[in-house]
């Protein structure tokens, strides 16, 4: 029998054959726990995602509408294959969801806007600082133009019609969400 045979026990092999399988135990160990299978299968979901985004609904992707702006929920029903109710189920879904987001929205812009009036109230102004003030206000603004534009999708959905942002500013009608 060979001196350095590998299938003997450790305690039998020479001293170079132990270490070189050592070596190839610790060079190999990293590459036997790649997960090569999960990693393929999520490449593969992530393909079917984007060409799942890239193909459009059948009819467009948006709502059909009279001439008058408003929804025409029978032929938007048919065009994504619904029934009438459900597509109104679907809306006021979408109504309530916008309706929460806006509140949301609304109230992280106040509350980011009170954390920078504290910092520029509480921190000496020096060249940076004022950079960096200026530089924090767009994103407060953020969250306002957001609440804003999903109040406007809520109010458009509510009146079933396609409002302008000027209309749903000068309504008569509820203005906050609901």
Not at 77 to 99: F, M, T
């Amino acid at each position: 029998m060979p001196e350095n045979d590998e299938r003997l026990g450790p305690a039998k092999m020479t001293r170079p054959a132990r270490l070189w399988r050592a070596t190839k135990t610790i060079a190999s160990s990293p590459l036997s726990l790649f997960p090569k299978e999960e990693i393929r299968r999520g490449a593969d979901l992530i393909g079917e995602l984007i060409d799942d985004m890239k193909r459009r609904p059948p009819g467009g992707g948006s709502l059909r509408l009279h001439q008058d702006r408003s929804f025409d929920v029978p032929a938007s029903a048919d065009q994504y294959g619904l029934s009438c109710a459900q597509l109104e189920n679907a809306l006021s879904r979408w109504r309530r969801g916008a309706a929460i987001f806006a509140y949301i929205a609304f109230g992280l812009g106040w509350v980011f806007f009170a954390g920078w009036i504290y910092r520029l109230a509480t921190i000496p102004w020096t060249g940076g600082f004022v950079i960096t003030a200026v530089e924090f206000l767009p994103f407060v603004l953020v969250f306002f133009l957001q609440a804003f534009k999903s109040a406007l999708q809520n109010f458009q959905i509510r009146t079933r019609r396609l409002a302008t942002p000027g209309e749903y500013l000068r309504t008569r009608d509820d203005f906050w969400p609901s």
